[in-house]
């Protein structure tokens, strides 16, 4: 996965290494080409139909979270990787690269992966399947609160494979209300490439048994910070505050992040109203 050409990647790299392109002068194109991407991922997972969405629904106004924080993630994004090209312009004794070496830091080479391809290519299939995935479970999880009434309760279902995590396998079967506290941390995606899901479970059609408190409260937390949330109750596909992006930027450039890197931003949204109580079951099947 990559978003630029050949030419547009030559281009960035010129500007780079003459300085029309720094941590203070970032390019709107490398921005665009991001937040495009990502926006078509969220798009995707919330299920390609944003245009049927009625304004001021549940629905519309959560994607317009994903939109302004999918925004964030973009400036930030841009901002650190050319952060970490632009510094390779000169070596450590302060001389400047020749163009040839600069651009092998950049682009790599059969021997080592370049900055950009780090960012473009690994990171960036990463984010998008990220960006998909959780879309999917915010748009999910609003159906299932709709759903409560029907369907009270959920079981955590891994991919039952080989390749699911140690953590994961521990939440495989775990039933607990969909008003539970569980499920404002445990909602997958709980990982870069989770593949868990969510069952809706009738206690007058489904057998089963609600895993006990004690049990939950030895549950392991997720894989990273950054999944501990319910997208649907965050407005999250990246969380600002703890993603590396946009938590690590360094204090001279901080005005600089509050205002996106002064990249076009849709307008913050107001907060999600947040969603009815679900009252407890009044049955369980045992």
């Known amino acids: 996965m990559s978003i630029f050409d050949k030419v547009e990647l030559e281009r960035l790299l010129t500007n780079l290494y003459s300085g029309a392109v720094n941590s203070t002068r970032l390019p709107v194109d490398l921005y665009n080409a991001t937040l495009l991407l990502l926006l078509k991922a969220v798009y995707k997972g919330f299920g390609n139909n944003a245009s049927e969405l009625v304004d001021g629904s549940p629905e519309m106004d959560l994607l317009k979270h994903y939109e302004h924080n999918i925004a964030i993630f973009s400036g930030a994004k841009t901002f650190q990787q050319v952060k970490d090209m632009s510094s390779l312009v000169f070596t450590e004794n302060g001389y400047k690269r020749d163009y040839s070496e600069f651009k092998k830091l950049i682009t790599g080479d059969k021997f080592h992966e370049g900055i950009f391809a780090k960012y473009n290519k690994n990171y960036l299939k990463t984010e998008y399947n990220t960006a998909i995935s959780t879309a999917q479970m915010g748009r999910e999880w609003l159906q ?11 079981k955590y279902v891994t ?5 699911v995590r140690h953590a994961h396998q521990q939440w495989d079967g775990v039933v607990r209300p969909v008003g539970d506290a569980f499920w404002t941390t445990h909602v997958p995606p709980n990982g870069f490439n989770c593949r868990c899901r969510l069952m809706q479970l009738n206690p007058d059609d489904d057998i089963f048994s609600v895993t006990p408190d004690d049990v939950i409260k030895t549950m392991p937390k997720t894989d990273s910070p950054l999944f501990q949330m319910n997208p649907a109750k965050s407005g999250y596909i990246f969380d600002p505050s703890i993603h590396p992006y946009t938590k690590n930027v360094e204090e001279r450039f901080k005005v600089s992040a509050s205002q996106n890197f002064g990249f076009p931003t849709p307008p913050k949204p107001a907060p999600l109203k947040p969603t009815p109580k679900i009252k407890p079951p009044k049955k369980n099947k045992e």
């Open 159 to 163: 991919a039952h494979d080989e390749r």
């Open 144 to 154: 299932i609160e709709d759903d409560a009434d029907v369907f009270p309760y959920l």
